[in-house]
């Protein structure tokens, strides 16, 4: 059977899975933006640092990873021995395809004496250009680690680094890419929801622009976003970041009630990330049972893309001292 042959009528999908997974030795990792089946089924949800921790940990021989591209390789990057495998190789992200490598390059030669602190949202080659790669709830820890007199280029995501740049009071050269995704908020839409819930506050991701964020009571990662609706006093919370996180948020407080902040035509249907939305409960038994798509990164590129993988891992437990950086 290939990865494109049709599902015999009738199967049970959920059935199929779990029994692939046993066979496979298989660990299902699942971002907090896939739909909700997916997300019940997985071994393990979180968020960018913590779905890369547990690729780096597990002892299983496949990780089927539910989630995008970058985050697949990354998998892959730190745990080169195991079969990765995505169920469509075409779950990028546009914060990936807006930072070409070879652009990238000639961005860093042109600014030698900066060093690069770059988003994990982009590929093997540019995390091989990079010194320190960062996710959104590792950023703010590893920036403190970093000299104050050092330059920094910060890319790709330009909303993401300029929050940064704010709340630090740190002057970076921002690469001028985009989440479509927290792009696609409304202030006009949110400012009217506010209205309609007076009390509610609103917990943002860092990706969405600042015209958002500044109207944010919580600012932070998936994971950080989680935390906060699991502490803030009310009844409803207003959620700036992909729609499909409510779900873990629904079952962890049933009694709350979570709206998604709205797109421009009012609803929040424009916040579905495209990207995370094309892995389906098919197309993942389709990959348990082929081990395709799999994920292949040539050794050379791989082991450049780990240093600055392996620095965040070190960094964002604090177990590296200051000034311990350089450019790559
Ligand atoms: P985190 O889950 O690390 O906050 O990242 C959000 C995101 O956009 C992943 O693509
Ligand atoms: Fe990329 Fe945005 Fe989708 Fe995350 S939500 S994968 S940043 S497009």
Redesign the pocket.
């Known amino acids: 059977m290939t990865a494109q042959s049709p599902l015999p009528t009738g199967t049970d999908l959920l059935a199929e899975i779990n029994r692939l997974r046993k066979e496979r030795n298989a660990v299902i990792l699942a971002?907090?933006?896939q739909t909700p089946d997916i997300q019940d089924l997985a071994d393990f949800v979180g968020?960018?640092?913590q779905l890369s921790q547990m690729a780096a940990e597990t002892d299983a021989d496949v990780i089927a990873f539910c989630g995008?591209k970058f985050m697949a390789d990354t998998a892959k990057i730190l745990s080169p021995e195991k079969i990765v495998v995505l169920p469509d190789m075409d779950a990028g992200?546009s914060l990936e395809d807006s930072c070409p490598p070879d652009k990238f390059r000639a961005f860093r030669e042109a600014h030698p004496d900066h060093i690069a602190l770059t988003y994990i949202?982009c590929s093997t080659e540019v995390k091989a250009l990079s010194d320190v790669i960062v996710?959104?709830?590792s950023a703010e820890t590893i920036l403190q680690q970093i000299p104050k007199d050092q330059k920094i280029i910060f890319g790709p995501d330009r909303h993401l680094g300029g929050y940064l740049s704010r709340k630090f009071d740190r002057e970076m050269l921002l690469w001028p890419g985009v989440?479509i995704v927290h792009e696609a908020f409304s202030e006009t839409e949110l400012l009217k929801l506010k209205e309609q819930y007076p009390g509610a506050p609103i917990a943002a991701?860092p990706?969405c622009p600042p015209n958002i964020v500044d109207h944010a009571d919580y600012v932070g990662?998936?994971?950080g976003i989680l935390q906060f609706a699991e502490t803030f006093t009310g009844d409803t919370l207003i959620v700036a970041t992909e729609p499909h996180i409510i779900h873990q948020m629904e079952k962890a407080l049933p009694n709350k009630n979570f709206i998604g902040a709205p797109g421009a035509d009012g609803n929040c249907s424009c916040n579905i990330c495209p990207y995370m939305a094309l892995n389906t409960m098919e197309k993942l038994y389709a990959c348990l049972r082929d081990l395709e798509p799999r994920i292949e990164i040539e050794e050379g590129l791989r082991l450049q893309a780990k240093r600055s993988l392996d620095k965040m891992l070190e960094m964002a437990s604090g177990t590296i001292g200051q000034g311990d950086l350089g450019p790559a």
């Open positions: 971002h907090y933006y968020d960018s640092l995008v992200c949202n996710t959104s709830s989440c991701h990706e990662s998936t994971s």
